[in-house]
């Protein structure tokens, strides 16, 4: 397990890398008092290096405590792989219902969906979450990043 470890570290660290030696070549954005398109890039890199290079010197300095027998590691119950891959299919319909009917139509429905599946039974706590998760989505992406949200296309 800790070569395992070792090798994904390295992997990881690899990655980060190269995403940064892309990010590099992004051109500029021209704008006054705007952040370029290379910064979120260079945070995710960084961050991406951080912790990879966390794994390494844990696994590296570590003592190894215990191996865990592979009949004894938790497996995955056909009911979570069918969640999972509803979860996934809800977010694929989230996607196309959002190209056709727009971020604020949509957005609203997802959440609250969402919000009922993880146990929330409160009919209003579920409207104000979804509608305020809504709204701070936009303004943060709409007003603050000024990166345009899918509108809706059908009036």
């Not at 954005?29 to 979120?40: A, F």
């Not at 497996?75 to 604020?104: D, K, T």
């Not at 959440?111 to 936009?138: D, H, N, P, Q």
């Amino acid at each position: 397990m800790r070569r395992a470890h070792i090798i994904i570290g390295i992997l990881l660290l690899s990655f980060a890398l190269f995403y940064a030696y892309l990010a590099w070549d992004l051109p500029d954005r021209n704008l006054p008092n705007t952040l370029g398109p290379d910064v979120m890039p260079y945070v995710f890199a960084v961050f991406l290096a951080l912790l990879a290079l966390i794994l390494i010197v844990q696994t590296v300095g570590g003592k190894e405590k215990g191996k865990t027998a592979p009949e004894n590691l938790p497996g995955i119950e056909p009911r979570q792989g069918v969640g999972v891959l509803l979860l996934i299919g809800l977010f694929a319909l989230y996607i196309g219902l959002m190209s056709y009917a727009g971020f604020l139509l949509v957005t609203p429905f997802i959440v609250a969906f969402l919000m009922y599946l993880t146990g929330s039974r409160k009919k209003g706590e579920i409207i104000i979450a979804s509608i305020g998760v809504t709204a701070f989505i936009y303004v943060l992406f709409h007003y603050l990043f000024q990166v345009p949200l899918p509108e809706m296309k059908f009036l």
